[in-house]
């Protein structure tokens, strides 16, 4: 697959979409995909091989993730480019992202991954997550949504729909960019290898300290 850059620059008030890493314009969407997943926030799990971002719902209890996409080093550097040119579009087009104000929070009262998730809800359905090697990325003027894709032969199809508003899309701008930036630290200094130990059941991932956004 080629890499491609396609922004539409339709002078009307529609969605802007923005589509990397996938040479054709169309994709199948499925129709257990296509009404997607609103989501309030996301954490970033980083893994040898691969990242995993989970987008949360914490507007109810238990909070839960709604959705979980798995994608490797090379697309998610893709998707920030691709998020980060989306953001400059829109605010070209309806002025700044206004953020809301989120009170400072004590670093010793900072969750934790595992006190994160220890009170997320983690359907079965969701677990094992969807695979994208492509994401499209459009926005309209208070919402931003993300179809996360599969490129695979002998077509295109939509693996992950999800949609959040515009502050939380600069937030998740924020999170990847961090995320990643370790990544590649990790990648050009490898820490020595661990002593063995018995299996304690701990994942391979690794998580920041806490989520985004902080407080919602």
């Not at 949504?145 to 939380?168: E, G, L, Y």
């Amino acid at each position: 697959m080629t890499e491609n850059s396609q922004p539409n620059d339709n002078p009307d008030d529609g969605p802007h979409s923005q589509e990397i890493r996938h040479s054709q314009i169309s994709a199948m969407v499925p129709a257990h995909v296509a009404k997607g997943v609103f989501t309030t926030g996301a954490v970033v799990l980083q893994g040898q091989h691969e990242f995993i971002v989970d987008f949360l719902l914490r507007m109810q209890q238990p909070q839960q993730v709604v959705a979980r996409v798995v994608m490797p080093p090379i697309v998610v550097n893709q998707m920030i480019m691709a998020l980060k040119d989306n953001l400059a579009r829109y605010e070209e087009r309806f002025g700044p992202v206004h953020m809301p104000v989120i009170p400072n929070q004590n670093p010793q009262q900072r969750q934790t991954a595992q006190e994160l998730y220890d009170t997320l809800k983690l359907g079965d359905d969701v677990q094992s997550g969807s695979y994208a090697n492509a994401v499209m990325i459009g926005h309209s003027p208070t919402e931003f949504s993300f179809d996360f894709i599969t490129t695979f032969f002998p077509r295109s199809a939509v693996s992950q729909r999800v949609f959040m508003a515009t502050a939380n899309a600069k937030r998740l701008l924020d999170s990847l960019n961090h995320s990643f930036q370790q990544f590649q630290d990790r990648m050009r200094n490898p820490p020595p290898p661990p002593p063995e130990f018995p299996d304690s059941g701990n994942s391979d991932f690794n998580a920041q300290e806490g989520d985004w956004p902080p407080g919602l």
